[in-house]
């Protein structure tokens, strides 16, 4: 059964450290999305890709956030420094042309 | 600019109720339209979706939806409810932007129904 992968699922880190987080696709889809969700701001899209080129990424703080897919089987986001408001669960989903969007677990952020 | 409203932030409901969520999205070409659900702690999973044909779409777990072209409109309904669909449910809007798809989404509505 084909899936979205995230990890980690959990993570909790200082503020200031550097935060990854990975995302492998299913295998197929052209394109990935990377969202955030929290109970103040509810589903923000963050950035998406097409074929591996960022089509998208105006809802990333471009001074902290960078998204990238150094290939078709990897979609990173990146907080470098973190900070607590960055506090979150990250989904990623993917999806084609033709198909809805496919979500992973999350990654449920917590920086102290 | 293209947006997606959800009418119904909150709706709470009995058990056997009858349940309607209202989705408008504002874009005058093709769309491919979704509903999604969120349990509590849980990621975003695929209810139901419009591409073409029988604007009439049935879904998982006796959930429906109908698009009304005319109407910009996507509601989504279930004759009776359960406790266990207590959950956020979000309404997307795939359109067509230039070269690109766009999935737009609504702020989700959060439906919780007690036993």
């Known amino acids: 059964d084909a899936r979205v992968t995230q990890t980690p699922r959990h993570k909790v880190t200082e503020m200031g450290q550097e935060v990854t987080m990975r995302c492998q696709p299913i295998l197929g889809h052209n394109t990935v999305f990377w969202y955030r969700q929290t109970m103040m701001q509810g589903l923000e899209l963050l950035a998406y890709f097409r074929n591996r080129a960022p089509l998208d990424d105006s809802g990333m703080p471009k001074d902290r956030f960078s998204a990238e897919m150094p290939d078709a089987t990897l979609a990173t986001l990146k907080i470098q420094p973190s900070e607590p408001r960055d506090s979150a669960v990250y989904f990623c989903?993917?999806?084609?042309?033709?198909?809805?969007?496919?979500f992973g677990q999350g990654t449920r952020l917590t920086v102290v | 600019a293209q947006s997606v409203s959800q009418h119904n932030h909150h709706v709470i409901l009995s058990e056997a109720a009858s349940l309607e969520l209202g989705c408008n999205y504002s874009?005058?070409?093709?769309?491919?339209l979704f509903w999604y659900v969120q349990y509590p702690g849980q990621h975003l999973q695929l209810l139901l979706k419009y591409f073409s044909g029988d604007p009439l779409v049935k879904g998982i777990k006796g959930f429906e939806a109908e698009f009304i072209k005319s109407k910009f409109s996507f509601n989504l309904r279930k004759p009776s409810v359960q406790w266990s669909d207590t959950a956020e449910y979000f309404c997307?809007?795939?359109?067509?932007?230039?070269?690109?798809?766009?999935?737009?989404w609504g702020l989700g509505t959060s439906l919780a129904v007690n036993p």
């Open positions: 997307a809007v795939n359109i067509n932007a230039g070269n690109n798809r766009k999935l737009i």
């Open positions: 874009y005058g070409g093709t769309v491919n």
């Open positions: 989903a993917s999806g084609s042309y033709y198909t809805e969007a496919f």
